[in-house]
């Protein structure tokens, strides 16, 4: 399990590096927009990617 979990982190890693390797000036830019979201949009955000992490999850563990 530990494995795993370590596996999921690195990937995530990989995929997070990505758009400020390839698109700097992206990346800046939606960085900066972030930051000026309102903390229940936030939130919002949080509970949406948890929900399709979850969601993800469950359908690889039962596939």
């Not at 990989?14 to 972030?34: I, K, N, Q, T, Y």
């Not at 229940?40 to 969601?55: D, E, M, W, Y």
């Amino acid at each position: 399990m530990s494995d795993s979990l370590l596996a999921a982190f690195a990937l995530v890693l990989v995929v997070e590096g990505l758009l400020p390797l390839f698109a700097p000036g992206l990346w800046r830019e939606s960085f900066r927009r972030l930051v000026e979201l309102t903390d229940g949009q936030l939130r919002f955000i949080g509970v949406v990617s948890i929900a399709l992490g979850l969601a993800g999850y469950w359908l690889t563990q039962s596939a």
